[in-house]
């Protein structure tokens, strides 16, 4: 493993989560599973995926649907730092008539490809995208990264049950297990074993530590798994992770002394005006 590739995907994933606090101290925002999936982003946009930031539409580009649409903080913190907007935007989010709406949107966003928010719905247009994509003998892939309690939701396990059928091992589905919802997700109704789930469905399934570089990277440059199966690999993280005081909170707002905090705990340094 390349060592210094992982140490700057790292340094990635913090520059996300700076980002996605310092959105926290301007507006309401899902901080807790924006922080949970930052790793995972940062190896994807800055590793993983064919993607051009000056060309978004790029037909040869791969394909990311982010099902959990609530937690496009983190997904636009990348997108930024990308090059697709100017990463002053990003404390724009929720004003009006700003291109970082609270909820993922391919109309006002460059480099979002599909509009999420209402649950449930993301896998199953991955599957439509992946099964057009093998149609036209292309070779674009399509990454959906879902929250863990909306898979309590029938049509993620249609979309599943479709995807096997067709053996489309052009999709690879992220699960970003974090245990919560607005509450446990084990006492909200219960998915384990989520991995056999998966596994019966005829996906082949991998479990990671979502918040280490070198395992993610690892596991997503091997996808897909197997031939003629699509990969679903469940990513255990922590809600909140990176900033103690808000671990397990589904949604937080930063006044001053609680923003200069979690900054802290980032290591980013604070400038007073």
């Known amino acids: 493993m390349d060592k210094k590739?992982?140490?700057e995907l790292e340094e990635k994933a913090r520059q996300i989560r700076v980002h996605v606090v310092k959105i926290a101290g301007m507006s309401d925002c899902h901080t807790g599973g924006a922080l949970s999936i930052a790793d995972v982003t940062a190896a994807l946009y800055f590793?993983?995926?064919?993607v051009d930031p000056q060309n978004p539409k790029w037909e040869g580009r791969d394909y990311f649907i982010l099902s959990k649409?609530?937690?496009?903080p983190a997904v636009c913190a990348a997108l930024a730092m990308r090059g697709y907007f100017p990463e002053e935007v990003l404390v724009t989010h929720l004003e009006l008539d700003s291109i970082i709406p609270g909820h993922a949107c391919a109309r006002t966003?460059?480099?979002i490809d599909t509009s999420t928010g209402s649950l449930g719905h993301g896998l199953s247009i991955g599957v439509g995208a992946a099964l057009g994509i093998k149609m036209d003998e292309a070779h674009n892939r399509v990454f959906v990264l879902l929250g863990d309690g909306e898979l309590q939701?029938?049509?993620?396990?249609e979309a599943a049950m479709s995807a096997a059928h067709h053996k489309l091992n052009n999709l690879i589905a992220i699960v970003d297990r974090n245990m919560y919802q607005t509450g446990p997700t084990e006492r909200m109704m219960a998915l384990e074993p989520l991995a056999e789930k998966w596994k019966s469905f005829g996906w082949s399934v991998k479990t990671i530590d979502g918040h280490n570089m070198e395992e993610i990277v690892a596991t997503l440059e091997s996808a897909p798994f197997e031939k003629e199966r699509p990969s679903a690999?469940?990513?255990?993280?922590?809600?909140?992770k990176g900033v103690s005081f808000i671990m397990h909170h589904h949604m937080a707002r930063f006044n001053e002394e609680r923003l200069r905090a979690a900054l802290k705990e980032l290591g980013e340094p604070i400038r007073d005006a």
């Open 5 to 7: 590739l992982i140490s």
């Open 47 to 50: 590793h993983i995926m064919k």
């Open 69 to 72: 649409g609530h937690t496009v």
């Open 109 to 111: 966003t460059p480099g």
């Open 153 to 157: 939701e029938g049509s993620n396990w």
């Open 233 to 240: 690999i469940i990513s255990n993280t922590i809600k909140g």
